[in-house]
C-alpha cells in the first residue's frame, strides 16, 4: 500500500472517483430517459430493459432540505440532508457540506456543486469516499 | 343500491403504551368491541383481514385462537402505515366479490418506544469495504448520504412543497401540530390529550426542521377494528344497527406511480391525489361536501401537503389554509378532531382502520365531547411509505 495514495473506494456504485473530478453516473432508460442510480431490472416508468450509462451534471439546485439533530447512535448531528435536482436532469440525495447547519445559510433553489469527502478506512487501508453539495 | 357496502360495527382501544397487554390482547379488544358494536358475534364473520406491520407471522390466526376459530378464510396483510386500511379492504372486497357477506378487518401494533423509523445499522468496522446491494454501497447511507428516517424524509416533503408555494414556512408547519394537539384533549382514546401553544411547538427539541418533537407522531400500542357488510345482509339486521350503518361511498387504494426523483425522495403527493380523485368520483362527493376529514399527519409537514393533495384548499394554497384555520374543528373542514397521528398516536397497523373509526363515530353523532355538529359525509386516508394509499368516503346512514 503506497502511504501517500491510499487506495479509494466510492461509498456507492454511482459515484465515480475520476483522478480529480468524481461525477455521478446513472442508468439512462434507452426508450423514455428516465434516470436511476441503482441496479435495475426494467425501467420503473415505461418498463423497457433497456438502458445507457450516463454521466450527470455536477451543478443543480436544492428542491428541499431537513436538518437532522435527532439520529441513530452512530450518526453526527446536526448535519443537512437535501435533495438536489442537477442540472440537465437526475434527482439526488445528498448531505450539504461546509454550511451551518441553521435555517438562515441555507436556502430553497439554492445553487450547489458536487463535492466529495473520505468516510473512513478499513482494515487493508482503502478509503470510502462519499459526495455531498457545497455552495459553489 | 345493492352493492353498496356498509360500516355496521367499529371499536377501538385506546392509542397507549401497554404494559399488561400484548398485541393479541389488543386485537381481540377491538374486533370483540367491533362485533358486538354490530351486534353480531365472531361466528357470524365470513372473512377476516388482520393488519400488522412488525408482527407479519399469523396474526389474524392468532387472534381466532382467542375469540373464535371458525375455519373462515383469514388474510395477513402487511402494507406499511396503510396496513390496516388494506386490511378494512381484504373486508371490502370479499364482500364486493360476493364471497363473503359480514367481513372483519382488525388492524393491531404494539410499537413500545421503538424510537425512529427507518434506521439501518451500523457499520461493520472490521470488514474490508465491498459494494453491496443495488447501489453498490459499502456502508450504510443514512447520514452520508442525506437522511432515510422518517422524520426528515416527511420534513423534505414538506420542504418541496414550501419551495413550490407561496407562504408555508415553519410557522404553517407547527400551526398544523398546535391544532392537533388543541383536538386531542377532547378525545378519550387518545395517546396524548394535551394542548400546546404555537410557541411551545415551535421551540421544542428539533428533531428534523422544521419539525420539532411535538410535530412528530408518537411511536405506541393499540388495534381498531370494523365489521362490513352489503346492502342486502343489511336489511335483515336489526333497525338500531340499521340506524347506526355507515355507507362506505368510496375505497381506494393507489400506490406511487413513477415521477422523476421519486426513487431518492419518496413522492406523497402524486398517490394522494390520485386517489383522492377516484374516491370523489365514485362517492359523487366534492371536497366541499366534506364535515370532517382524518388524513396521514404523521408528521406537521406531511399533514399541509395533504390538504392540498386532497384537494381541501386551493391549489398551492396550503399555508394559507392554515393560517385563516380553515381546518380547525370549528373551521371550514375539520382536519383530524381526534388529535391526529401526532397526539392520538400512531400504532401502525392500528392506523388505517381508527380513522374510519373517528369519522364513523361522527357521521352516527357518537363522538361526544368532540362530535362535530350535524356531520354527514366524511373521508379518511392513510399513506405508508414506499408507497401506498388508501382513502375512504363515508356517509351517514339515510335510514
Known amino acids: 500500500m503506497d502511504d501517500a495514495h491510499p487506495a479509494r473506494i466510492p ?28 441496479r435495475r431490472n426494467a ?4 418498463g423497457k430493459q433497456e438502458f445507457q450509462s450516463r454521466r450527470l451534471a455536477s451543478n443543480g439546485k436544492v428542491r428541499a432540505y431537513t436538518i437532522v439533530h435527532r439520529s441513530t447512535p452512530d450518526v453526527a448531528v446536526p448535519y443537512v440532508s437535501a435533495v438536489v435536482d442537477l442540472d440537465g436532469g437526475g434527482t439526488v440525495k445528498a448531505n450539504l457540506v461546509g454550511v451551518k447547519p441553521v435555517p438562515d445559510d441555507i436556502s430553497l433553489g439554492m445553487k450547489v456543486t458536487l463535492t466529495t469527502f473520505a468516510v473512513g478506512t478499513d482494515r487493508n487501508g482503502t478509503q470510502a469516499i462519499a459526495f455531498g453539495y457545497r455552495k459553489p | 343500491m345493492a352493492d353498496d357496502l356498509w360500516i355496521i360495527g367499529v371499536s ?24 358486538g358494536d354490530a351486534e353480531l358475534t365472531i361466528s357470524d364473520v365470513d372473512v377476516l383481514g388482520a393488519g400488522c406491520l412488525f408482527e407479519t407471522s399469523g396474526v389474524g390466526q392468532r387472534l381466532q385462537k382467542q375469540i373464535g376459530q371458525t375455519g373462515i378464510p383469514v388474510y395477513n396483510v402487511a402494507n406499511a402505515c396503510a396496513t390496516g386500511a388494506t386490511a378494512f379492504r381484504v373486508a371490502a372486497m370479499a364482500i364486493k366479490a360476493g364471497e363473503a357477506e359480514i367481513g372483519l378487518a382488525v388492524g393491531v401494533e404494539q410499537m413500545g418506544k421503538r424510537g425512529l423509523l427507518g434506521a439501518g445499522g451500523p457499520a461493520d468496522a472490521d470488514k474490508p469495504f465491498e459494494p453491496a446491494g443495488r447501489y453498490g454501497a459499502v456502508g450504510p447511507v443514512d447520514g452520508i448520504l442525506g437522511t432515510s428516517l422518517m422524520p426528515g424524509t416527511f420534513a423534505q416533503a414538506g420542504m418541496e412543497y414550501a419551495y413550490v408555494n407561496d407562504g408555508v ?27 400546546f401553544s404555537l410557541d411551545e411547538i415551535m421551540s421544542g427539541e428539533m428533531i428534523a426542521y422544521p419539525n420539532t418533537l ?18 342486502e ?9 340499521r340506524r347506526r350503518a355507515v355507507k362506505v361511498s368510496a375505497s381506494v387504494m393507489t400506490s406511487d406511480p413513477y415521477v422523476d426523483g421519486g426513487s431518492v425522495q419518496y413522492d406523497v403527493n402524486t398517490l ?20 370532517l376529514v382524518e388524513l396521514h399527519d404523521c408528521f406537521a409537514t406531511a399533514e399541509l401537503c395533504h390538504y392540498d393533495n386532497l384537494r381541501l384548499c386551493e391549489p398551492g394554497g396550503a399555508g394559507d389554509w392554515i393560517d385563516r384555520r380553515a381546518p380547525w374543528r370549528d373551521g371550514q373542514i375539520p382536519v383530524n378532531v381526534s388529535g391526529g397521528l401526532l397526539s392520538k398516536g400512531h400504532p401502525l397497523g392500528a392506523t388505517g ?37 388508501a382513502v375512504h368516503i363515508l356517509e351517514r346512514s339515510a335510514a
Open chain 1, 11 to 38: 461509498y456507492v456504485g454511482y459515484l465515480v472517483l475520476d483522478d480529480d473530478e468524481p461525477y455521478l453516473t446513472a442508468s439512462e432508460c434507452v426508450s423514455c430517459g428516465a434516470l436511476y442510480f441503482d
Open chain 1, 43 to 46: 425501467c420503473a416508468s415505461c
Open chain 2, 12 to 35: 377501538m382501544t385506546r392509542f397507549m403504551r401497554y404494559k399488561d397487554k400484548d398485541l393479541i390482547d389488543l386485537a381481540s379488544d377491538a374486533a370483540l368491541g367491533a362485533l
Open chain 2, 169 to 195: 414556512g415553519f410557522e404553517q408547519f407547527a400551526k398544523v401540530a398546535e391544532k392537533n394537539h388543541a383536538h386531542s384533549a377532547l378525545n378519550p382514546l387518545a395517546q396524548y390529550q394535551k394542548a
Open chain 2, 214 to 231: 411535538l410535530m412528530c407522531c408518537p411511536t405506541g400500542d393499540g388495534a381498531a377494528a370494523a365489521v362490513l357488510t352489503n346492502s
Open chain 2, 233 to 241: 345482509r343489511l336489511k335483515s339486521m336489526p333497525a338500531e344497527v
Open chain 2, 272 to 291: 394522494t391525489r390520485q386517489a383522492a380523485d377516484q374516491a370523489y368520483e365514485s362517492a359523487g362527493v366534492s371536497p366541499q361536501d366534506l364535515d
Open chain 2, 353 to 389: 382502520i381508527a380513522n374510519i373509526y373517528e369519522v364513523s363515530t361522527h357521521l352516527r353523532g357518537e363522538a361526544g365531547d368532540r362530535q362535530i355538529d350535524n356531520a354527514k359525509v366524511g373521508l379518511t386516508h392513510v399513506i405508508g411509505l414506499g408507497s401506498a394509499c
